[in-house]
């Protein structure tokens, strides 16, 4: 895979998304490339602690960066407005992206929650409607600079995952942006009926499964107030080893 941006967009919340950035850094680190992680908007932490992309940085030896980080635990737009803190506009998000990009082989780019989870604040548009500032936004955006770039889906494995995965697919598709595959966020090493019967069905649908995060992987950390990363250096040598067989449709 080619693309020097790669849009990591979950199905929703706590799907396995920062883990699975961790991986597919860590695997393309082991390929001799030098990459960075971006979050756009980090919720739900203060500024003295480590965030998403903190830790798959961590986890992966990629570099982490960050647009704007909040306390609240919320959407975006909801906590700057909580917070009477201003969000940067997606200009700036894109300009980050882009300067990241002349100085690193590949940039990772993970959202917050689902795909049409606003960034920034919503633009005003005709007929009193807002227009969207979200992932796909950003998206389109970086596109238009004529980079390579691909999106994967980070879904969940049990009951659920076929309605928000394919609506996210469809509305990707709708935006006239592709969908190179899906990483399963957290596979059980046992898949119950549910679970295995989803594989199928996604699969059947069109769908390319990259890959799957074995359940477990990654989380020896403490997620809150007192979030940090609890991983010995043996732990984390072995992620970077492990992380390029888990996903082998992202060689």
Not at 154 to 162: D, H, K, N
Request: hydrophobic share 45%; with cysteine; charged share 20%.
């Amino acid at each position: 895979m080619s693309a020097r941006i790669i849009n990591i967009v979950g199905t929703d919340t706590d799907v396995g998304k920062t883990i699975a950035t961790a991986a597919i850094a860590a695997a393309r680190i082991t390929r001799g490339e030098k990459v960075a992680i971006f979050k756009p908007t980090q919720t739900g932490l203060t500024a003295s602690l480590p965030g998403d992309a903190q830790l798959a940085a961590a986890l992966s030896g990629a570099e982490a960066f960050e647009g704007a980080r909040l306390r609240y635990p919320m959407a975006p737009v909801a906590a700057a407005h909580r917070e009477n803190k201003p969000l940067p506009e997606l200009r700036e998000h894109q300009d980050r992206v882009e300067d990241l990009l002349g100085r690193f082989d590949t940039v990772l780019v993970e959202g917050a929650g689902g795909v049409l989870v606003d960034l920034a604040e919503p633009l005003p548009a005709s007929a009193g409607e807002c227009r969207s500032q979200n992932q796909a936004d950003l998206m389109l955006a970086l596109a238009a600079v004529g980079v390579p770039m691909v999106t994967v889906i980070v879904a969940r494995a049990g009951l659920g995952t076929l309605n928000h995965t394919g609506l996210t697919a469809h509305y990707l598709a709708s935006r006239g942006l592709d969908v190179t595959g899906i990483v399963i966020g957290a596979a059980p090493a046992h898949p119950s009926p549910v679970e295995a019967s989803n594989l199928e069905h996604l699969e059947r649908s069109g769908l390319t499964i990259l890959g799957a995060i074995p359940e477990g992987t990654g989380k020896g950390f403490i997620v809150g107030e007192n979030e940090r990363v609890l991983h010995s250096p043996e732990e984390i040598a072995e992620f970077r080893a492990q992380a390029p067989s888990w996903l082998p449709g992202l060689a």
